[in-house]
């Protein structure tokens, strides 16, 4: 149930898989096992489908790779071996570069506060290991068109001392500010896990010591110095489940990439995109991409599953009667040949 252009630049947009790992199994046991397998199979399913079929050029995943921050290193790299048998894309970099000469990462990985947990409990330890497996990318260049990476859990701390995050998002601020500046008419799309303002303001929530808890979006500061100096053509976040797209002023419009979790319908989306570099017109779309309900999906796996059983029974019970039909025919023959 999607549609894309094969006349633009296509790229996939998900979110939020969440997906779990040995402490689900502990907890759980076997039904935790099958549980994280079934996830693994549909995430996995709607990731190379979406890949075969529209053939993207690019690949975001935006915010709570992952359900927990605090993993031991054992089931923090059992994970990530998870979360790149499903999100596998190895031989289709390889073709995009033998065919397009596509230069630098096809997926990129933006982290949310389930990943990292919220700047008070973010432990410097967890980031690096997350930068080590899925690198550290701050501005993209998309044929022409700059991508800036925002480390949004970072950006509204009210410190003295700026730790590495810290730093890391007022770099990434100062440089898209600084090439607007410079080059004030050309396309820009910020990727935030963390939305901007919208028409209410956001819920931030600070420790005694200026770092933030829990927010649920960019402060109205940080909303309005994004919109005044980087201008950014459009924003894609990742911090609410579904799909929508809010017009801020300026006329930037943000859209929320969907949840790929079961419970939502597996939504993705895509953004097609085209850029003349001579006139300088920049034209793109972004709309979801609905799969079905994972229950649904696990309902039609359990009854193929039941009927394979089934026709499974049925064989064996077919060679069982003709086994004994034969051995029964076989002992008659003896018994006359005597």
Not at 42 to 71: C, E
Not at 91 to 114: C, D, V
Not at 215 to 232: R, V
Not at 312 to 324: D, N, Q
């Amino acid at each position: 149930l999607c549609t894309y252009n094969p006349n633009q630049y296509n790229v996939l947009l998900m979110s939020t898989p969440r997906m779990e790992g040995l402490l689900r199994e502990l907890h759980l046991g076997k039904s935790g096992e099958l549980d994280n397998m079934f996830n693994r199979y549909y995430y996995k399913h709607i990731f190379s489908r979406m890949v075969n079929y529209v053939q993207p050029d690019y690949a975001i995943n935006v915010g709570n790779l992952f359900a927990q921050t605090d993993l031991f290193e054992e089931h923090f790299h059992k994970q990530m071996q998870h979360y790149r048998t499903v999100f596998n894309h190895t031989s289709y970099l390889q073709k995009l570069q033998a065919t397009q000469g596509h230069e630098g990462p096809f997926l990129y990985n933006i982290t949310g506060n389930r990943d990292t947990g919220y700047s008070s409990r973010m432990n410097m330890h967890y980031l690096l290991r997350l930068e080590k497996n899925f690198g550290h990318v701050e501005i993209a260049d998309w044929h022409g068109v700059k991508v800036v990476f925002l480390p949004s859990l970072c950006v509204d701390d009210d410190v003295e001392e700026p730790n590495r995050c810290n730093a890391q998002a007022q770099h990434v601020l100062r440089t898209a500010a600084n090439y607007r500046k410079k080059y004030p008419h050309a396309p820009m799309i910020l990727v935030s896990y963390l939305g901007l303002e919208k028409n209410t303001p956001p819920t931030i929530q600070y420790t005694g010591s200026g770092r933030v808890y829990f927010q649920n979006a960019l402060s109205t500061n940080a909303s309005n110095w994004i919109l005044e100096n980087i201008q950014p053509s459009l924003i894609l976040s990742g911090y609410e489940d579904n799909f929508f797209q809010y017009n801020h002023k300026y006329g930037t419009p943000e859209y929320n990439i969907p949840s790929i979790l079961g419970e939502n319908n597996g939504q993705v989306a895509i953004m097609n995109f085209a850029y003349d570099t001579e006139t300088m017109n920049f034209d793109h779309s972004v709309h979801s991409c609905h799969f079905l309900h994972y229950y649904v999906v696990l309902f039609v796996a359990v009854i193929v599953l039941l009927f394979g059983v089934v026709l499974a029974g049925m064989v064996i019970s077919m060679i069982v009667v003709s086994t004994a039909s034969l051995l029964q025919q076989a002992i008659a023959d003896i018994k006359n040949n005597k």
